[in-house]
């Protein structure tokens, strides 16, 4: 007897009299046996027995079983028993894409409205500097333990975890904006150029927040949605430059991403944590503190470019940012496939290392790009070592930061956080004390090296396959 | 005597069903020590309360996250992670041989046993931690490239199958080497990695092995994967693997005891030998099922149980419209819970009712507290599933006094035995077989009290929670008080290839209680 019959022949065993009914239908589903035991498994549960088997001329189930071919009739047979994992992969793989695409444009539509509306408001450039790293620190301490509760299926626990530390991560913000500018109204300045930095910084904060959050807890329609409605908030106020833009555009992100938190967190009915658990404040720990090692070291590399070129640095390293996501996305897709073709445990892993190179290289030859176009764009006199000067420090800033990206989303958040703080110690330090041409060019090699390093160790990670 | 007891996913953290059975077997015996190791998903509250004699409860969370490793973990644990390699790939050499699987196989045994051995030596970098870097996945693609040869109906396996194999066994490999406390006899409630853990700490501390098996870890893993949104091959690997931790777990244990014969079979199919096979059939606690003297005022037949495919509701129906014609007034009510995603069987029964024209005469009752109100709105109490284990609720009709038919399944007639005197079988999938045994006890007043007499003894004399405790108390006593007979010396075993393992020359001596119930 061909095992076929099992998932191919019901129909004629359900007309051939009761006690051959034994083949239940929906039972197709479980694909071919995988040995006799299995068939006798599948056997028993459907109602055919030692009795049966008696009277079909066996001494027991086991017997019976034992009569069944278990090689393949043909061989496209046996490719159509497993579930087909090609199609929900593929699947799997375009959401994926469009999930990451949203969440890039919704950060780089973020970052124009607020560019936009800090050159039109008149808040000074110290002010969007302060309000950029207080955004990132802040949406990464929010988004990483939201999108680990995430990945371990607790949706409603993302949303009360992710909710609470934007809370908190808020009201940081405020406290730290008005001590910060009422240090800094005593020193200088009008009191409505303060009050106007304040919720500059708090707003970006709420809204890096309310990104973060909706962009892990989010359903794919609503985040692209928002995000296109945020790219052309930030085009439009480029053009306008509205202050009010800007805090209009917060407020609404985060109304859709309060109504999101509380949806999902009162799905998962009560069964979810109240409050963050220890794991969620590592996670928390090590999410913020990549954002200040990534930070401090883009800090210091815009003190070792000169003053001109220090915009188009800041926009190469917002751009590797925004190309990081997809980056994952398709190198996770690239390994995918690998893994799935590939039959020798050294073939894959050296390919793998090699794909994470070559990601890196391009994300790093994108953003050298972008700053050059950028500084021939702004800065038409700029001497060759000082283009040289802001090459340098867009690839180093886009390695380190996709390094950072493949790193944490393999699950080896810990790793990045090391790496970020490591390297921007070795930035701020080179910066700050050792200027010199050759102790930036061993800095920068070796920040590079690390984090490839790195990234190429956690893409070697078989999960990630 | 201090007695560990390991079970998966059950006791203490969730109600009902095997969780039961150990808060009996526990509460039962206040005269031992009792030490509980819950392999878990994660959970670690218990929702039982805690009786005195508990020493401790330990949680081993399978799918929880993984241990960090320690600081410098990779140059302190170079040579242990040279040794985990070594022994994942004998472990899984033996999972899937060159040569055909054998459950007897005791060169091959001894293999795993190495293996398994070597992979639960204490160090400070925990196993899960090292299963987490690389697992076992480079050892499936070498043991499949060998396990192919001579089997071309094989397919390829992928490097991404293999990580998913890897994925789901070294959840149970990385149970190994965790520490609990000190017992001087383990019992796994359960096979897979609740034996697995059992198994190494039996080796490692020489102490005897008990092995309960409620339904048939391998049979019902069999079932599940197949649910699995898997491919074959990761399939194949994963059901091979628990294959050979089965087996071993079998051939290692001192005393495999069922909880019913038909369990038994699988047992020793898969290599448990019949010397060391005790059946201790399940006990029901007779004071909450008193006998039941007054019956419904129409002729009716009773059915309790979840509204499942395997519970074959249709042949019930069928067998309830055949006798009909001859009992006019009968009527059929279905107690229990339809569980999510049946909701369509349920209507494919009752569209099926429908078109016999006896749908006047069913009642879809829901669920009810308790199996006594079901027991008691029936003449007779019928059970027509395809597939059961030992089922509880004809128990618990035949405590109350109630005739029975039931489907010739599984351990069912060890329950009612096959005489006819305290319950009727039929065989499954059969309703006119079934119609006439409704029939010949909803006619018959005399013969269906005389039935439930008998049923009532019986269940007392073979069913009584009191008799089920004490044979798990002789089973204890047998393993403990020759253990130095018992088990071999396990670690020379291992280190020595062609050693005797896993107490294979053991037999123990049976005593008559024990005679009786196997």
């Given at each position: 007897v061909s095992a076929d019959s099992l998932l191919y022949r019901q129909d004629q065993l359900d007309r051939s009299g009761p006690r051959r009914r034994?083949?239940?239908?929906?039972?197709?589903?479980?694909?071919?046996?995988?040995d006799h035991l299995d068939v006798a498994a599948r056997l028993e549960s459907s109602g055919f027995g030692d009795l049966a088997a008696v009277d079909e001329g066996s001494p027991d189930v086991f017997a019976y079983a034992a009569?069944?071919?278990?090689?393949?009739?043909?061989?496209e047979r046996l490719r159509e028993t497993?579930?087909?994992?090609a199609a929900r992969s593929a699947e799997a793989t375009t959401s994926r894409w469009a999930e990451a695409t949203s969440r890039s444009v919704l950060i780089l539509g973020g970052a124009l409205t607020f560019s936009a509306a800090g050159a039109g408001g008149g808040i000074r450039s110290e002010t969007l500097l302060v309000a950029g790293v207080a955004g990132w620190v802040a949406g990464q301490l929010c988004g990483a333990p939201t999108w680990r509760r995430r990945g371990l299926g607790d949706r409603a626990g993302a949303a009360r975890v992710g909710s609470w530390l934007a809370v908190l991560a808020v009201g940081l913000a405020v406290v730290g904006a008005i001590i910060g500018h009422a240090a800094d109204l005593v020193v200088s300045g009008p009191a409505a150029v303060a009050l106007a930095d304040t919720g500059t910084v708090v707003t970006w904060v709420v809204y890096a927040v309310a990104a973060a959050l909706l962009g892990v807890l989010g359903n794919l329609s609503r985040v692209a949605g928002v995000a296109v409605i945020t790219a052309v908030v930030g085009v439009v106020g480029l053009a306008i430059a509205e202050h009010a833009l800007a805090v209009g555009a917060a407020a609404v992100l985060l109304a859709m991403t309060v109504e999101q938190a509380r949806r999902a967190a009162s799905?998962?009915?009560?069964?979810?944590?109240?409050r963050p658990d220890r794991a969620d404040v590592v996670s928390a720990r090590n999410g913020a503190g990549q954002a200040v090692g990534l930070a401090a070291c883009l800090l210091g590399l815009l003190v070792l470019v000169p003053g001109p070129l220090r915009a188009p640095v800041t926009v190469a390293a917002m751009a590797a940012s925004t190309l990081s996501e997809p980056m994952l996305v398709g190198l996770g897709a690239i390994f995918g496939s690998l893994a799935r073709r590939a039959t020798t445990w050294r073939r894959v892993r050296w390919t793998v290392a090699m794909v994470t190179l070559a990601g890196l290289v391009v994300l790093a030859a994108a953003t050298v790009g972008l700053a050059l176009l950028m500084a021939a764009w702004l800065v038409t006199s700029a001497p060759h070592a000082q283009q040289h000067a802001a090459a340098a420090a867009a690839g180093a800033v886009s390695v380190v930061n996709g390094g950072c990206a493949l790193a944490q989303r393999a699950g080896r958040d810990r790793a990045a956080m090391s790496a970020a703080v490591g390297c921007g110690i070795a930035v701020v330090v080179t910066a700050w004390w050792l200027p010199s041409p050759l102790a930036v060019v061993l800095m920068i090699g070796s920040v590079v090296a690390t984090m490839t390093l790195v990234a190429v160790r956690a893409a070697w990670q078989p999960v990630n396959w | 005597v201090r007695i560990g007891l390991v079970n998966e996913g059950?006791?203490?953290?969730v109600a009902g069903g095997v969780s039961t059975w150990c808060h009996q077997l526990v509460s039962g015996m206040d005269e031992h020590e009792w030490h509980l190791l819950a392999i878990t998903g994660g959970q670690a509250t218990s929702v039982w309360p805690r009786p005195a004699q508990v020493a401790s409860t330990t949680y081993f969370p399978m799918w929880g996250a993984v241990p960090a490793p320690p600081v410098g973990w990779r140059y302190r644990s170079r040579h242990r992670r040279a040794v985990v390699a070594e022994a994942l790939d004998d472990f899984w050499r033996f999972a899937l041989p060159v040569e055909p699987f054998d459950v007897r196989g005791g060169a091959r045994l001894e293999g795993t046993v190495a293996a398994l051995w070597h992979l639960a030596e204490p160090h400070d970098v925990p196993l899960a931690a090292l299963l987490a870097i690389d697992g076992s996945a480079p050892a499936i693609l070498r043991a499949w490239s060998g396990h192919r040869h001579g089997r071309p109906h094989l397919p390829t396996l992928s490097v991404a199958d293999a990580t998913q194999a890897a994925a789901l066994v070294d959840r149970a490999l990385a149970l190994l080497d965790l520490p609990w406390p000190e017992v001087d006899v383990v019992h796994a409630a359960a096979n897979g990695p609740a034996a697995l853990v059992a198994m190494v700490r039996s080796w490692r501390h020489r102490i005897p092995m008990v092995l309960t098996e409620h339904g048939v870890y391998l049979r019902e893993r069999y079932l599940a994967m197949g649910d699995l949104p898997v491919s074959w091959s990761v399939r194949y690997a994963v059901l091979s693997a628990l294959r050979a931790i089965c087996t071993l777990a079998y051939a290692h244990a001192s005393l495999v005891l069922p909880v019913s014969r038909f369990n038994a079979r699988w047992q020793h199919q898969l290599g448990a030998d019949p010397a060391r096979i005790f059946t201790i059939h399940n006990g029901v606690?007779?004071?909450?099922?008193e006998p039941i003297d007054d019956e419904p005022a129409v002729p009716t037949i009773s059915f309790v149980g979840r509204?499942?495919?395997?519970?074959d509701l249709e042949t019930l129906v069928e067998a309830f419209a055949l006798v009909r014609p001859h009992v006019p007034q009968v009527r059929l009510r279905i107690f229990g819970p339809c569980p999510a995603g049946n909701e369509h069987y349920r209507d494919q029964v009752a569209a099926r009712a429908s078109r016999l024209g006896v749908d006047d005469a069913l009642?879809?009752?829901?669920?009810?507290?308790?199996?006594v109100p079901a027991i008691r709105a029936g003449h007779v109490v019928a059970l027509s599933s395809i597939s059961e284990g030992l089922p509880f609720t004809v128990m618990e009709a035949m405590f109350c006094g109630r005739a029975t038919v039931s489907t010739d399944v599984g351990g069912v007639n060890e329950v009612v035995?096959?005489?006819?005197?305290?319950g009727l079988l039929v065989p499954p999938r059969d309703p006119k077989a079934m119609a006439g045994a409704f029939h010949e006890l909803l006619v018959d007043h005399a013969r269906r009290a005389a039935m439930g007499r008998a049923a009532r003894r019986r269940a007392l004399d073979h069913f009584e929670l009191g008799q089920c405790i004490d044979q798990y108390r002789l089973a204890y006593d047998l393993c403990t008080s020759s253990s130095d007979d018992l088990v071999h010396d396990l670690t020379d075993a291992a280190r020595q290839p062609g050693v005797a393992m896993a107490a294979a020359g053991f037999v123990p001596a049976r005593s008559p209680a024990m005679e009786q119930v196997s």
């Open positions: 034994w083949a239940e239908p929906g039972r197709d589903a479980r694909g071919r046996p995988v009569g069944f071919d278990l090689a393949p009739a043909r061989r497993p579930p087909p994992p799905a998962g009915g009560r069964q979810g944590l109240a | 059950t006791y203490p953290v606690d007779g004071t909450a099922f509204i499942d495919p395997l519970k009642t879809w009752e829901g669920p009810v507290d308790g199996s035995g096959r005489d006819g005197t305290s």
